[in-house]
């Protein structure tokens, strides 16, 4: 039987610091995977594109995750898209899974996991770019793995802006230079495709975190900015040189001076200084997907919630 999971399901299986603590075993381990996982995308023929993320491994877990999305970026949502979790024992489908809320959820728990890796340890102050689904995923995630000092946030809807600052409690600003201007944390999550901050408005001890640097021919901050980091990180190199922030900017892969699971490994120091800027800045790893999957299929298979569907069934 395959379990079907949908958004309402997924929103009362997961639970944050379980994510966040399956997220960092995920970094931790993926050094060891013997085969990489690939991101396929292609544009589409319609006003949106399609991606594939095969095969979503993790040393250890005995399943792989199969994710088919489509962003259509003036739909709401823009993501949609299903996530297939196979038994690695016979290839049985043990479930399907809404992919927009798993996305949503490791892509914005990874990043607060980046985010808190990088960024000054004293109270910061954390600034949002962009107040949709994966930044308040990042909220979420920061706040259970640091204290915060203050929130100030621009979206390019003051309406979205406003329940964001609402929800997580901050204050709204007039721009994404104005942000940087206050905080301490940049948390940049939009469709951006040119720099919104450039280096004039960034400070010795900024941390920025750029999720929307995920494909080919978007890009939230310069290259200045990137070249004048003293730690760049990434989650995958070669990824982050074919599609994401270093492709974005020109850079090839050995820009990156690390990747996060080198950081939380202690293989790299991540800060050194508190005046060193400091960037992550992913795009999306196929295993974080079997990461969250597995942990909502297990909850699932306890609580017994979810549809249960026979794909096999001949009667």
């Known amino acids: 039987m395959t379990r079907i999971l949908t958004r309402n399901d997924l929103l009362a299986l997961l639970d944050p610091d379980a994510c966040i603590e399956a997220l960092r075993h995920g970094f931790i381990q993926d050094d060891n995977a013997t ?23 993790i040393p250890g877990i005995d399943a792989y995750t199969v994710k088919i999305n489509a962003k259509f970026p003036a739909a709401s949502p823009a993501l949609r898209g299903v996530i297939c979790l196979h038994s690695g024992q016979d290839g049985e489908l043990l479930a399907l899974l809404d992919s927009a809320t798993i996305t949503a959820w490791r892509t914005g728990l990874a990043a607060a996991l ?6 000054p340890r004293q109270n910061a102050v954390a600034g949002i770019i962009g107040a949709g689904a ?3 995923l990042v909220m979420t995630g920061l706040r259970r793995l640091r204290p915060l000092s203050d929130l100030i946030v621009h979206d390019v809807s003051r309406e979205r802006a406003s329940a964001f600052a609402t ?4 204050s709204v600003a007039g721009s994404a230079a104005e942000v940087a201007g206050h ?14 901050l450039d280096l004039p408005d960034v400070r010795p001890g900024h941390h920025l975190t750029t ?3 995920d494909e080919p021919g978007k890009q939230e901050l310069s290259r200045s900015i990137l070249k004048s980091a003293g730690v760049l990180a990434v989650d995958d190199r070669p990824l982050a040189a074919a599609m994401g922030m270093l492709a974005a900017t020109g850079l090839p892969a050995e820009a990156a001076h690390a990747t996060l699971g080198e950081i939380l490994r202690a293989d790299h120091p991540g800060r050194t200084d508190p005046a060193q800027i400091t960037v992550y800045g992913p795009v999306g790893l196929p295993w974080q997907d079997l990461a969250l999957s597995r942990l909502a299929y297990l909850e699932s298979e306890r609580r017994g919630l979810g549809a249960t569907i026979d794909f096999l069934s001949t009667s």
């Open 211 to 213: 999720l929307g640097a």
């Open 167 to 170: 929800r997580h409690g901050g």
């Open 114 to 119: 980046g985010t808190h890796a990088l960024a």
């Open 134 to 136: 994966q930044a308040d």
């Open 35 to 57: 085969i990489a996982g690939q991101r396929i995308r292609t544009d589409l023929p319609f006003p949106g594109t399609a991606t594939a993320l095969i095969p979503g491994l």
């Open 183 to 196: 905080a301490d944390i940049l948390i940049l999550a939009t469709w951006s495709r040119a720099p919104l």
